[in-house]
């Protein structure tokens, strides 16, 4: 008796760890747009030169989820854990299925392309950990999705997977 009144403690401990750790790793929310995956270790060695630098090998892929509903990308807002942020200011349509790259660096966007440019040679998801978020243009949480290289990134790649 002894030993299964132990084995449950530990199962409701477990459980509760669980529960406590889901909102910052794997909220999930009503929302056709969410964070695909993000490239946050660039591959190769850091660099923000606008010209020669790596910035734009650092993305966060946004996926429309829905299986019937078209999303204009505009006025939606991507943070980091510290509040640093980017405003999609121009009209893109997301149909069912299709995705942006959200990349770093100066370039042109394209809707064909499925990629819109930060204008910031500065990277924004740090390489050991960060948290990500997705806001609707109302304002209200899209998604958001935490991550540490040591503990998200099983490969070390630099790239994760939030949903499939
Ligand atoms: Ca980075
Ligand atoms: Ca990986």
Request: proline share 3%; hydrophobic share 30%; glycine share 8%.
């Amino acid at each position: 008796m002894r030993t299964r009144h132990v084995l449950a403690l530990v199962a409701a401990a477990g459980s509760i760890a669980a529960l406590s750790a889901a909102p910052a790793q794997a909220a999930e929310y009503t929302s056709a747009l969410k964070l695909k995956g993000v490239q946050y270790d660039a591959p190769g060695s850091d660099s923000n030169s606008c010209s020669t630098g790596n910035t734009k090998d650092e993305y966060l892929t946004i996926k429309n989820y829905s299986a019937s509903a078209t999303v204009n990308l505009k006025g939606y807002v991507v943070k980091d854990a510290v509040g640093n942020s980017f405003t999609f200011t121009a009209s893109h349509s997301l149909q069912p299925g299709d995705y942006v790259k959200l990349r770093g660096g100066k370039g042109t966007d394209s809707d064909a392309k499925n990629v819109v440019y930060r204008q910031n040679c500065n990277f924004i998801w740090n390489n050991d950990k960060d948290t990500i978020y997705l806001y609707k243009p109302s304002g209200s949480r899209a998604d958001v999705h935490g991550y540490t290289k040591s503990g998200s990134d099983p490969d070390r790649n630099g790239y994760i997977t939030f949903h499939s």
